[in-house]
């Protein structure tokens, strides 16, 4: 609560209480894990939801982010909410303005381009260029065409957030699994971390041309998710590198990855041949890794917004939190994982950050402000009376991540795959 709102104003809370819902998924979270004869997991709680924010300083800035590459602009027929986190990003706003010159304000020149534009041909043009944009929905309007393809496949009229396939018999009941991490930034690497506290091993997997990243971001955090895990780095333009990273897969437990679809299949990696094989493999994209917005682009910030999870503030919608949907598709995620790891059958698990958010999205109009306690505090008004609003906090990092690459080869050698 303390990251959503204006940063003049008081901290907001929104109605579909993502709070409420981290606190149940770790819970069960704690159930699944497995119990190992005199270690218990040091499992974190709903502070997972601002640590970023605690590590990075930041505060509740709205109608930017926390991080200040987020906000929603207002369309001919809506809202879009548009983020650009990357230098290459601002540098494809004159491409997607549709002119030549750089704007002395892109975001200014972002508003008025967007006003004469429905929000979902502003998402349309913007996606096409890689940008990570997103027509916000209103609350209850119809399914939008990913979502409805994703209650079709599933034939369940409710949705959900995760589809699951079931696949062949697991070849190794480990008391340790193996998870390979092929993910990035924050979802997947907070899916690793927690298979990890709950007693996996794991090896993370980078591109040499391409390292995670959250590598050049803040050391505290990246050093809290990938403390304890295995860093191995492989050169995936080499037909070495490729047949090695497929051979550390056939090695795995649980697969962890969070890439479009196409760009597995540009390496030569089938998800679903290693199901059938006996692996679990978790995919965490922005909108599921099927149907006709597979490829699109998202990340925390404009997918929650996509879910309709944002505050309504006079004529402004108000992200929620920081970057939420990554922390909350991570929790999920690794929710999901750690059920397959309790069966006897692999499963791809299909995990869109937009439905995850979604599942906690309530009605923009009902917010909860904070009220001013004395000279610096805030406190919400609950049923069980006033309640102190928490700064964001941080747990800290048992030991430094692994420097890039640093495992490469006791991992191979290890698993047989040098």
Same mark, same amino acid.
Request: with cysteine; hydrophobic share 45%; aromatic share 4%.
């Given at each position: 609560?303390?990251?959503?709102?204006?940063?003049?104003?008081?901290?907001?809370?929104?109605?579909?209480?993502?709070?409420?819902?981290?606190?149940?998924?770790?819970?069960?979270?704690?159930?699944?894990?497995?119990?190992?004869?005199?270690?218990?997991? !040091?499992?974190?709680?709903?502070?997972?939801?601002?640590?970023?924010?605690?590590?990075?300083?930041?505060?509740?800035?709205?109608?930017?982010?926390?991080?200040?590459?987020?906000?929603?602009?207002?369309?001919?027929?809506?809202?879009?909410?548009?983020?650009?986190?990357?230098?290459?990003?601002?540098?494809?706003?004159?491409?997607?303005?549709?002119?030549?010159?750089?704007?002395?304000?892109?975001?200014?020149?972002?508003?008025?381009?967007?006003?004469?534009?429905?929000?979902?041909?502003?998402?349309?043009?913007?996606?096409?260029?890689?940008?990570?944009?997103?027509?916000?929905? !209103?609350?209850?309007?119809?399914?939008?065409?990913?979502?409805?393809?994703?209650?079709?496949?599933?034939?369940?009229?409710?949705?959900?957030?995760?589809?699951?396939?079931?696949?062949?018999?697991?070849?190794?009941?480990?008391?340790?699994?193996?998870?390979?991490?092929?993910?990035?930034?924050?979802?997947?690497?907070?899916?690793?971390?927690?298979?990890?506290?709950?007693?996996?091993?794991?090896?993370?997997?980078?591109?040499?041309?391409?390292?995670?990243?959250?590598?050049?971001?803040?050391?505290?955090?990246?050093?809290?998710?990938?403390?304890?895990?295995?860093?191995?780095?492989?050169?995936?333009?080499?037909?070495?590198?490729?047949?090695?990273?497929?051979?550390?897969?056939?090695?795995?437990?649980?697969?962890?990855?969070?890439? !479009?679809?196409?760009?597995?299949?540009?390496?030569?990696?089938?998800?679903?041949?290693?199901?059938?094989?006996?692996?679990?493999?978790?995919?965490?994209?922005?909108?599921?890794?099927?149907?006709?917005?597979?490829?699109?682009?998202?990340?925390?910030?404009?997918?929650?917004?996509?879910?309709?999870?944002?505050?309504?503030?006079?004529?402004?919608?108000?992200?929620?939190?920081?970057?939420?949907?990554?922390?909350?598709?991570?929790?999920?995620?690794?929710?999901?994982?750690?059920?397959?790891?309790?069966?006897?059958?692999?499963?791809?698990?299909?995990?869109?950050?937009?439905?995850?958010?979604?599942?906690?999205?309530?009605?923009?109009?009902?917010?909860?402000?904070?009220?001013?306690?004395?000279?610096?505090?805030?406190?919400?008004?609950?049923?069980?009376?006033?309640?102190?609003?928490?700064?964001?906090?941080?747990?800290?990092?048992?030991?430094?991540?692994?420097?890039?690459?640093?495992?490469?080869?006791?991992?191979?050698?290890?698993?047989?795959?040098?």
């Amino acid at each position: 609560m303390a990251l959503t709102g204006r940063l003049d104003g008081p901290p907001l809370a929104p109605a579909g209480n993502p709070a409420g819902a981290v606190r149940a998924a770790l819970a069960v979270f704690s159930l699944l894990a497995p119990q190992q004869p005199g270690r218990t997991p !040091r499992l974190p709680g709903v502070e997972l939801l601002g640590e970023r924010a605690a590590v990075m300083g930041l505060r509740r800035n709205a109608p930017w982010s926390c991080g200040g590459a987020f906000r929603t602009l207002a369309a001919s027929d809506g809202s879009l909410g548009l983020s650009l986190p990357r230098a290459d990003d601002l540098s494809m706003v004159p491409a997607l303005l549709e002119h030549g010159d750089d704007p002395a304000d892109p975001w200014a020149a972002l508003e008025s381009w967007t006003a004469d534009r429905t929000a979902a041909e502003a998402a349309a043009r913007a996606q096409l260029l890689g940008l990570a944009g997103a027509a916000v929905p !209103r609350w209850q309007a119809p399914a939008d065409e990913q979502l409805q393809h994703r209650r079709d496949v599933l034939a369940v009229p409710g949705g959900t957030s995760i589809l699951s396939r079931p696949g062949g018999p697991r070849r190794r009941l480990r008391p340790s699994p193996l998870v390979v991490d092929l993910t990035s930034l924050w979802a997947g690497p907070l899916c690793a971390h927690l298979l990890g506290l709950a007693g996996a091993e794991v090896v993370k997997v980078e591109s040499t041309r391409r390292p995670d990243g959250a590598r050049t971001g803040p050391p505290a955090f990246f050093d809290l998710l990938h403390q304890g895990h295995a860093a191995v780095a492989l050169d995936f333009t080499t037909a070495d590198g490729r047949d090695q990273l497929r051979r550390l897969i056939e090695s795995a437990d649980v697969v962890l990855e969070a890439s !479009r679809p196409r760009a597995l299949e540009q390496l030569g990696i089938d998800a679903g041949a290693s199901v059938d094989r006996g692996t679990i493999w978790t995919s965490i994209t922005a909108y599921g890794r099927t149907g006709p917005w597979a490829n699109r682009i998202g990340f925390g910030d404009d997918v929650a917004a996509a879910a309709g999870l944002v505050l309504a503030d006079g004529d402004d919608l108000l992200p929620c939190g920081d970057a939420i949907a990554d922390p909350l598709t991570g929790i999920i995620a690794a929710v999901a994982t750690q059920a397959a790891l309790r069966g006897d059958r692999a499963h791809l698990i299909d995990v869109s950050m937009r439905d995850v958010a979604a599942s906690v999205a309530g009605d923009p109009h009902d917010v909860t402000a904070a009220i001013r306690a004395g000279e610096t505090g805030w406190v919400v008004q609950t049923v069980d009376g006033l309640i102190p609003v928490a700064e964001p906090s941080v747990r800290r990092p048992d030991c430094p991540a692994a420097a890039f690459g640093h495992d490469t080869a006791e991992v191979l050698a290890r698993l047989g795959v040098a």
